[in-house]
């Protein structure tokens, strides 16, 4: 149980565009999602927390217009990357609560999106 | 400014020994503290939590400690397996009012178990 996917696995996009990610809760219903950042050989970066109806909330130095995120369902969150520059190239991993299981604040996470900016 | 930190970026350890993992943090703030492992290219995977009004949980062959007052944790592997080779994650969130908080991470330690 407490499964959650993303898609797609990895990406390749040319600078300039916008890169959709999914991300879902298959088992569960996740009324908060997250969403973070890894560059190699570093921690994961919390970029943002991602509330079921309501707007996103963005961490210090993640710009909101570039980073689009959807949290439409208590199922499914988006991340949307707009206009993808090289440096944006990076692990994109998401992560859901599930209220009814684990203990206050155990997050399962998705499998992860590699992105490749060219 | 890391305010969680994994201070050994990998650690050897031969099979069947015990492997202690060790984070500090700075935040006094946290009050829930977690140990994840990750595979390259994958997700982390949830081993182990521990609230900040503990000082010890164990599970199977998992236990965390907690040091409140040095705002130091360690994670413990005993036995240790080959496949306990990954890189460990300790995370730390903060109590905002009842919600759920995004997790801060430290950098992370290379677990190699020799046979």
């Known amino acids: 149980g407490a499964v959650v996917s993303q898609h797609p696995s990895w990406v390749i996009c040319k600078s300039g565009t916008s890169v959709k990610i999914e991300c879902r809760s298959l088992d569960f219903q996740a009324t908060t999602m997250f969403w973070y950042r890894q560059f190699p050989k570093q921690s994961l970066m919390l970029m943002a927390t991602s509330n079921e109806g309501s707007k996103a909330t963005y961490e210090q130095g993640v710009e909101k217009d570039k980073f689009l995120i959807n949290h439409a369902s208590l199922t499914l969150s988006t991340l949307t990357v707009t206009s993808a520059h090289p440096e944006d190239s990076s692990f994109y991993i998401c992560?859901?609560?599930?209220?009814?299981?684990?203990?206050?604040?155990?997050?399962?996470f998705g499998p992860g999106t590699r992105l490749t900016v060219l | 400014d890391q305010q969680v930190k994994q201070n050994s970026p990998s650690l050897s350890v031969q099979e069947g020994r015990i492997s202690i993992l060790n984070c500090d943090y700075t935040?006094?703030?946290?009050?829930?503290f977690l140990w994840y492992k990750k595979y390259p290219a994958e997700g982390p995977t949830f081993l182990i939590s521990i609230s900040s009004i503990k000082d010890k949980n164990e599970d199977g062959r998992f236990t965390v400690f907690l040091n409140k007052s040095a705002k130091h944790l360690s994670l413990h592997i005993v036995p240790s397996q080959p496949g306990d080779s990954a890189v460990y994650f300790c995370?730390?969130?903060?109590?905002?009012?009842?919600?759920?908080?995004?997790?801060?991470f430290g950098k992370g330690t290379h677990l190699i178990i020799q046979p």
């Open positions: 935040n006094s703030m946290f009050d829930y």
């Open positions: 992560s859901a609560r599930d209220f009814h299981r684990g203990g206050y604040n155990e997050q399962f």
């Open positions: 995370a730390a969130s903060g109590d905002s009012g009842g919600g759920a908080d995004g997790l801060t």
